[in-house]
Nanobody
Framework: QVQLVESGGGLVQPGESLRLSCAASGLTSDYNVIAWFRQAPGKEREDVSCIIRGYRDSTYYADSVKGRFTISRDNAKNTVYLQINSLKPEDTGVYFC?????????????????WGQGTQVTVSS
């Protein structure tokens, strides 16, 4: 059974940083993408980033986070990280990691069948 557990969220001030973690278990080779999505109160879930396993992992970032967010993987720990720098109030929301069987898009949450419980990020002064 594939399971994902997020951690690392919190309350921070604008300009600060956070590193979110997504610990995975039960993954098979079919689950080749780990994606991060976020959902702000009253808004739809939106894509943030993803990492695609390959000879060399490839990554994707939504335009709204490029240059501030970095996704990475530690295979030994079966964990994917999302480093978030220069946090803004508009980054506030619940951050979810997700995976699915060879999704062909990093931006469509409907392609991801397995989700973690989410971790809250609140950016406020």
């Amino acid at each position: 059974q594939v399971q994902l557990v997020e951690s690392g969220g919190g309350l921070v001030q604008p300009g600060e940083s956070l590193r979110l973690s997504c610990a995975a278990s039960g993954l098979t080779s079919d689950y080749n993408v780990i994606a991060w999505f976020r959902q702000a109160p009253g808004k739809e879930r939106e894509d943030v980033s993803c990492i695609i396993r390959g000879y060399r992992d490839s990554t994707y970032y939504a335009d709204s986070v490029k240059g501030r967010f970095t996704i990475s993987r530690d295979n030994a720990k079966n964990t994917v990280y999302l480093q978030i720098n220069s946090l803004k109030p508009e980054d506030t929301g619940v951050y979810f990691c997700a995976t699915g069987r060879r999704p062909n898009s990093c931006a469509n949450p409907a392609l991801y069948a397995v989700w973690g419980q989410g971790t809250q990020v609140t950016v406020s002064s």
